[in-house]
């Protein structure tokens, strides 16, 4: 596997801040992001790729190590989390196209985010760190790409909340990006994703370590992050995956419960995702990136009046949505408003149901029933 490194760029500093949709601002802003493949003479071959809620630029390859992020960078994170997608001859061929990945502004891998010290106090930001839009993270990550020349994306491509960023670049800034490829996303903040939103937050708050975002680095809100990461895991994976996942479980006798105790492997297997998770993320961040996702709203961000007039500005592009069938997380139902939305627009689309028992978190773990699709796609 090649080694790969994170690189880092500071797109703003304390005397030209990066201004936040919010009317704040903040300096200095750096970025940390991950390249594979060559940038081509004309600069025509970039594919920026949008990473999920708590994924990271380190995409593809093994990268042992990230500056400022030491302690969370654990073996998990080494391998790329894309590494079956991206590379030669791959779904995101690096022998035809350069491929881009940051870590979102507000992040704990290395971008600028709560973690970060204050300009000011030298302190981590911590609770202080300032609430940031779906649209700050694309402005963040367009300094990116005016540093490496890049005026025009071959494509934009997210799954999840990735996705739906991929959309708001390509809505924002038409001019930028020629393919637009969302997987398992959607157009707007669903009421059961709010809901399931809303509870991970409640989690994370009703911790007494979490001290208004202001916790010990050694002593986190981890029972808070853990039970927030379990509510969220339950829309990852199908029922079906789970229990084939967890049929191997071995069921816990010393869980940090006072009263209940575990009684099969399904319990087991969620409570060891929820306590794995806290060993490698930042609670302020993920607060930070669900609330940006609960506040998303395309129409406003985008700067229109509606969806439709919206991607009318988008018929210069072209869309491949990927469904799939079994994901709870971004129903069905939301590609298929999407579709609905490109065509009464009069954009050109494609939709591409994947059928999977995996669950959401297909995108993650099955390049092989993509690949063909987005080979298709990318081919100029």
């Given at each position: ?344 627009a009069g954009v050109e689309a494609t939709w591409v149901t994947v059928h999977s028992e995996k669950g959401h978190d297909s995108f993650l773990i099955e390049p092989h029933l993509y690949r063909p699709f987005l080979q298709a796609m990318l081919t100029p």
């Amino acid at each position: 596997m090649k080694r790969v490194e994170t690189q880092f760029l500071e797109i703003a500093t304390r005397r030209k801040p990066l201004e936040l949709l919010s009317g704040e601002s903040i300096g200095p802003v750096r970025l940390a992001y991950e390249t594979y493949g060559r940038l081509n003479a004309a600069r025509s071959n970039a594919v920026l790729v949008f990473h999920a809620l708590s994924g990271s630029q380190h995409a593809a390859g093994y990268n042992p190590s990230v500056p400022g992020a030491e302690d969370l960078w654990i073996e998990e994170c080494h391998t790329g989390w894309w590494d079956g997608f991206i590379g030669p001859e791959g779904a995101l061929d690096t022998n035809r196209f350069f491929v881009i990945c940051a870590n979102y502004l507000g992040g704990c891998y290395g971008s600028t985010g709560p973690r970060s010290p204050h300009p000011e106090t030298g302190k981590p930001y911590g609770g202080s760190f300032p609430r940031i839009t779906l649209s700050d993270i694309v402005e963040s990550q367009l300094g990116l790409l005016d540093h490496l020349g890049i005026e025009r994306l071959h494509a934009a491509i997210g799954a999840s909340l990735g996705g739906i960023l991929s959309v708001l670049l390509a809505t924002r800034y038409p001019e930028r990006v020629r393919n637009v490829i969302p997987i398992g996303a959607g157009l707007t903040v669903t009421p059961l994703q709010r809901i399931h939103n809303l509870e991970q937050i409640m989690a994370i708050e009703a911790d007494p370590r979490f001290k208004g975002g202001h916790y010990d680095p050694d002593k986190p809100p981890a029972r808070g992050l853990a039970l927030a990461r379990m509510i969220a895991h339950k829309t990852y994976v199908s029922l079906s995956a789970m229990e084939e996942r967890a049929r191997d479980e071995v069921v816990r006798r010393r869980e940090p419960l006072r009263w209940y105790r575990l009684n099969s492997p399904l319990e087991s297997y969620m409570l060891h995702q929820g306590l794995k998770f806290v060993k490698r993320f930042d609670a302020n961040t993920y607060l930070r990136i669900i609330d940006a996702w609960q506040r998303f709203d395309l129409v406003r961000e985008a700067v229109g009046t509606d969806l439709v007039s919206i991607f009318r500005r988008c018929r210069e592009q072209r869309y491949l949505i990927f469904t799939i069938d079994s994901d709870v997380c971004f129903y069905p139902e939301e590609q298929a408003e999407m579709a609905r939305v490109l065509k009464a627009a009069g954009v050109e689309a494609t939709w591409v149901t994947v059928h999977s028992e995996k669950g959401h978190d297909s995108f993650l773990i099955e390049p092989h029933l993509y690949r063909p699709f987005l080979q298709a796609m990318l081919t100029p």
